[in-house]
């Protein structure tokens, strides 16, 4: 799949010039710095503009809605049920993105960097990826804005590559800081306590940050009911089938292109069912008050990559919004993920991330007690992955067990893990990391 980026403030020309004949286009949508939406055309839609007005339409007239009426025009949180379908604003019914009918995003307030200081630190983990390290640093070097610091975490040094990455790195206090126990969720904790902002963001070694990234994540904490804050994460490379196939089969990271306001309305809204907070953003995106940590608690080291797999993330979130704070989506804060490009790797992560997502379901229910958490780990995710199965099987997957096996393992050691679900454990608490000093050529 061809990714093709467009900029619609100069037309559709980069869409519509795109040869017919090729592989399928994924087309991230943008009016200048903003991100308004995405089309997924073939070659059947590409030869016909009409089509393709069409699709483009569809996609961006929400966001454009969100960014030029007076009092925006934001997503709702998921809820139980089937979502209904959005009914456009008076302005919107008859939609075209034709550059004048964009102009008004000219004065979309997304546009223009707080005048307030960010105080942030930017925590950055990895393990052995020197070149996927390299190319995100130098992402973070061509912010408009620049951090207070960047702490890139050395999990489990087996070599002295991350270390050199950073002492050639440049940009604003780029700090290298050891990690010996493996584990992302203990790499993170280690960034938070050796930190100095009063806002930690996060992204991860494998991705790239738009220029504009870093005020946009931190923007919705100017709003101080506001803890934790994520953004929009577009994939960097489709040109292998297994990075095709997460974008589309696994959902990729995406939850849309405008704002969402996650709190306790949302929680209480999925009483008797486990709350999705895996839909409230993504761990590569986020941004998340010191001051967070400090009620809550830093990731449970149980959980997370190196761990059980994932979703130390999404348990932090549901534990913000029980203890009273919000959460917010900004689609406008955009980081490019580097997808696994083979599907050896891509089934690896299938696996990590059911098992993880099991685990985190076991782990809210011991500190929550909500009941809804059991019944999807021991109910619904069977439900799920059978009916995976079936699907696979009747559409005549050539290899039906090849992607179902990994969510298959992945769920059973997920659910093995009872300790998990009977064991009510506190989340480590900020505390100072145990760190060395940075060589001087990697000081800012």
Not at 291 to 309: I, K, Q
Request: hydrophobic share 40%; charged share 20%.
């Amino acid at each position: 799949m061809r990714l093709v980026p467009v900029d619609l403030a100069d037309g559709l020309d980069t869409l519509l010039d795109t040869t017919a004949d090729g592989p399928d286009v994924f087309a991230p949508l943008w009016w200048r710095s903003l991100p308004i939406g995405h089309v997924e055309l073939d070659a059947r839609t590409l030869a016909d503009r009409r089509g393709v007005e069409r699709a483009v339409a569809d996609a961006t007239w929400p966001a454009v809605a969100h960014h030029t009426l007076p009092g925006g025009f934001p997503a709702a949180p998921p809820l139980p049920g089937a979502r209904p379908p959005v009914t456009p604003p008076a302005g919107f019914q008859d939609w075209s993105p034709d550059p004048a009918r964009l102009a008004p995003l000219a004065g979309a307030p997304a546009l223009h960097p707080p005048a307030w200081p960010l105080d942030v630190s930017v925590v950055v983990c990895t393990r052995e990826r020197p070149e996927q390290l390299a190319r995100c640093l130098a992402s973070l070097s061509r912010g408009t804005v620049a951090p207070d610091e960047i702490i890139v975490v050395d999990n489990a040094p087996a070599s002295g590559a991350t270390r050199d990455v950073v002492a050639a790195a440049t940009g604003p206090g780029v700090r290298w800081v050891p990690e010996p126990r493996r584990g992302l969720s203990h790499a993170r904790n280690t960034g938070v306590s050796a930190a100095s902002g009063a806002t930690i963001a996060f992204t991860d070694d494998d991705t790239e940050v738009h220029p504009d990234w870093l005020w946009r994540i931190v923007r919705p904490l100017e709003d101080p009911a506001v803890w934790s804050a994520t953004g929009l994460v577009l994939p960097a490379d489709l040109s292998s089938p297994a990075q095709v196939l997460f974008e589309k089969g696994f959902g990729g990271f995406s939850q849309g292109y405008r704002p969402i306001t996650f709190d306790s309305r949302f929680v209480t809204a999925w009483r008797g069912r486990a709350v999705p907070v895996w839909q409230v953003g993504a761990g590569a995106n986020m941004a998340v008050r010191r001051s967070a940590f400090e009620r809550v608690g830093l990731f449970d080291e149980r959980l997370g990559a190196g761990a059980t797999g994932c979703s130390e993330d999404s348990e932090l979130w549901l534990r913000i919004l029980m203890a009273g704070g919000v959460c917010r989506y900004e689609p406008t804060a955009v980081v490019h993920h580097h997808h696994r490009a083979d599907i050896a790797g891509l089934r690896r992560l299938a696996h990590d991330y059911v098992r993880g997502h099991v685990a985190a379901l076991l782990v809210e229910y011991a500190r929550h007690h909500r009941i809804g958490e059991l019944r999807r780990a021991y109910l619904e995710m069977p439900r799920h992955i059978a009916t995976d199965l079936a699907r696979r099987v009747t559409s005549g997957d050539a290899s039906p067990w090849g992607m179902s096996r990994p969510g298959l393992t992945g769920y059973l050691r997920g659910a093995a893990r009872v300790d998990l679900a009977v064991r009510r454990r506190r989340a480590p608490a900020v505390g100072r990391a145990i760190t060395e000093p940075a060589p001087r050529s990697a000081r800012a």
